[in-house]
């Protein structure tokens, strides 16, 4: 089979082709340089055809049902003529660098339709649970006409600072009737929230539901609002019911639209898109730190010295950036 070239898979991702969707977000996850570069060069083909879709994040913790209520959330909007994207971002293994990549089969129903296209990629060892490519696989699908992208996170470490750096709207599921609501709770978590949501607010949990959502909202009014103009809601609902999905999806787009209206909407996303810049050099530097081969020569030696206490970690610091200057 004759390679595509980056302008080929460009169109082809353009025209809707799911088998070349998938191929440019495998290209775009590799680690081989020279497939780097062509998923530099398709991204950058597709930037301009970006951009449109409501970009929403979701996380919480391991049980608060998730998937579920992705499933149903995605369901509804696949009616409602919406085509949805689904990143799945699934931790991987530290030891083997597996992944457990089971949202396909958690999401059976949505992942048969057409109009969805449902992507687990593995955490690897990105800081904060997220891929390294996500925001680039997250172009690929908006340029493919999907006008809905979730991203899900694996609600552990620094995910939800991730992802919600990488969205419009954040969305964090909690559950009721495990003791006291507020015990344990994750501020940083709530500070990053557009909306939080009480899941699982069905059947005998339905007064719990409602006892936890009155206790976050009032702790949201303490906390400062992502925005000058959005305060975030406290809702209640049921993903396996599909109870409440409605008045969170509008909630969404009373937020869009708000946001839209003052320009808040697009300073998030420029802002957005020079912390992934920083981001991305950050780490463009640390690789090449340790590749660089002067600075492998020297290391092993130093961290002992360190370790030690025969050398202090400023001067031996400025030392390993010094070979890493001076080689290139």
Known sequence: MIPLSATEMANGVRAGNRRLLAKAITLIESTLPAHQ?????????????????????????????????IENLGMNLIQQGHRLAVLAVDPSSSRSGGSILA???????????????????????TLGGGARKTRETLLACEAAGFDVVIVETVGVGQSETTVSSMVDFFLVLMLAGAGDELQGIKKGVLELADAVA?????????????????AYENALHFLMPVTRTWQPPVLACSGQTNQGLDA?????????????????????????????????????LKERFFANSAV????????????????????VAEELLFLLDKTG
Do not use: C
């Open 37 to 69: 570069q062509m998923a530099r060069d398709v991204i950058q083909q597709l930037l301009p055809y970006t951009g449109q879709a409501i970009r929403l994040g979701i996380t919480g913790v391991p049980g608060v049902g998730k998937s579920v209520f």
């Open 103 to 125: 949202d396909k089969t958690r999401m059976e129903n949505l992942s048969g339709q057409a109009d969805a296209f449902i992507r687990p990629s593995p955490a690897g060892n």
């Open 198 to 214: 009480i899941n699982k607010a069905d059947g005998d949990n339905r007064e719990n539901a409602e006892r936890a959502r009155r």
């Open 248 to 284: 969170i999806w509008q909630t969404v787009l009373d937020h869009r639209a708000k946001l839209s209206a003052t320009g808040e909407l697009g300073a998030r996303r420029r802002r957005q898109a020079v912390a992934w810049m920083w981001a991305l050099i950050e780490e463009g």
């Open 296 to 315: 492998a020569q020297r290391l092993e030696s130093m961290l002992h010295a360190v370790e030690n206490e025969n050398a202090a970690p400023p001067a």
